[in-house]
Every structure is written in C-alpha cells, then in structure tokens.
C-alpha cells in the first residue's frame, strides 16, 4: 500500500524562528504536494514538485520554501514562521494518474 | 488556474436518506475528479474518482456524476450511515498537469 510519511507529527515554535517539515514516501512517485488546512477548511497547495531537484510554486506559496533533493524526500521550509502559519500541513504523493496519497499530517503551532 | 466551487459546506441528513454534494469547475481541460473524505483528526482519504470519458460511476452506496458541458459534478450517498459523517473534497485536475485543485469542503451529518 502506498506510504506517506511525516515529521514531526506536531511541532510548537516561536515566532520568527525556521521550521522544517519534512514528508518522505515509498511510492515510487514522481509528484509530490504541500497543503495547509485550516480548521474546518479545505487544503489548499502551497508547494509542488514533479522531479527532484525542482520544485514549484502552489496557490499560496508565500511565507514557505520547498526542497525536493531526492524522489523520496520533500520538504517545507518556513524562515520566518509567524502567527497566521498555524495550521495543519499535509504532504502527498501521486503518479500520472492522478489519485494522491496523504501523509498523516503535521500540526504547527507558531506562538 | 484552476477553480472548484462546492456546496453546501455544511450538510445534515436523516440516517438512511441520501446526501448529495455538487461542484462546478471551470477549466475545461480538467478531466479526472476525484472525491476525499476526511474524519477528524485523520488525512484525506480516496474513496471515489472518475474520468472524463465516463457519466456516472458507482462504487457500492457511492454514486458520481460527470456533466462536462456543464462543467459540474456531484458525490451522491445513498442509504446514508452514522461512519458517512465526515467533511467530503472535491477536486479536479487536468490529467498530465501536476496540479489538483480543491473545493472548500463539505461538513457532512448524519443525524439518527
């Protein structure tokens, strides 16, 4: 079955200091997502990548930064994390043919 | 880009009737719709999809259809159940593009 994976699960940080989330999967696909939720809400993309080494802007992408470094590995960078960055994030994977496969989820908490 | 309308955004129903759920879409090159149920506290999970050489597809109480022209499709649940309770997505992505996009969501109650 495909596998998603994510770390940590929660974080808490402080204001203006770096967080990375990091999402990792076994199934051998070439796409990979960053979501944020916000309670009660939809996902909405932030970053995107189709290949490693390349990675592309979503519909929210400001305020975050994304690393692809292998097929494997995806990562979000938030430099400067602020208040308005709580939320869920959920990383997902897919092939061409379209059904993506969720992470569990990492909550962020910025205080 | 891409945009998904959804509706409703909150929906309750009788235990054993059915619930419907409607999106629009407006790129005509999107052409696969998949649906996403998420329970609290848990990820968003796959549970019925369709492409855009199909009308209508069933998988057991699940029920989606496909107007192209229209640019419109819906999730129908049939014989609704108290696990059906959930928040239900909609997206749609243009097959071969990377990107899917979703609809806000719909809070779906299933009252006894």
């Known amino acids: 079955e495909a596998a998603v994976t994510q770390s940590p699960r929660s974080k808490v940080a402080v204001t203006g200091g770096k967080v990375t989330l990091s999402c990792h999967q076994t199934n051998n696909h070439d796409y990979m997502y960053w979501y944020r939720q916000d309670t009660g809400h939809g996902l909405r993309l932030i970053h995107y990548?189709?290949?490693?080494?390349?990675?592309e802007k979503g519909d929210i992408p400001d305020g975050y930064k994304a690393s692809r470094p292998s097929q494997e590995n995806f990562s979000l960078i938030l430099e400067l994390a602020s208040l308005s960055q709580t939320a869920v994030y959920f990383c997902?994977?897919?092939?061409?043919?379209?059904?993506?496969?969720f992470g569990p989820g990492t909550r962020l908490t910025v205080l | 880009g891409e945009q998904v309308e959804q509706l409703p955004s909150i929906l309750r129903v009788q235990e054993g009737s059915s619930a419907s759920i409607n999106c629009s879409y407006e790129?005509?090159?999107?052409?696969?719709f998949p649906w996403y149920k998420q329970e609290p506290g848990e990820n968003p999970k796959l549970i019925i999809d369709?492409?855009?050489?199909?009308e209508r597809k069933q998988i057991q109480e699940l029920i989606v259809l496909l107007d192209k022209k229209a640019k419109r499709f819906s999730l129908h649940i049939t014989d609704t159940q108290p696990g059906d309770s959930a928040m239900y997505f909609c997206?749609?992505?243009?097959?071969?593009?990377?990107?899917?996009?979703f609809g806000a969501g719909t809070k779906l109650t299933i009252k006894p």
């Open positions: 369709i492409r855009s050489n199909m």
């Open positions: 790129d005509s090159a999107s052409n696969y």
């Open positions: 997902a994977s897919s092939d061409r043919e379209g059904e993506q496969y």
């Open positions: 990548s189709y290949v490693a080494d390349s990675t």
């Open positions: 997206a749609a992505r243009d097959y071969g593009n990377e990107k899917i996009t």
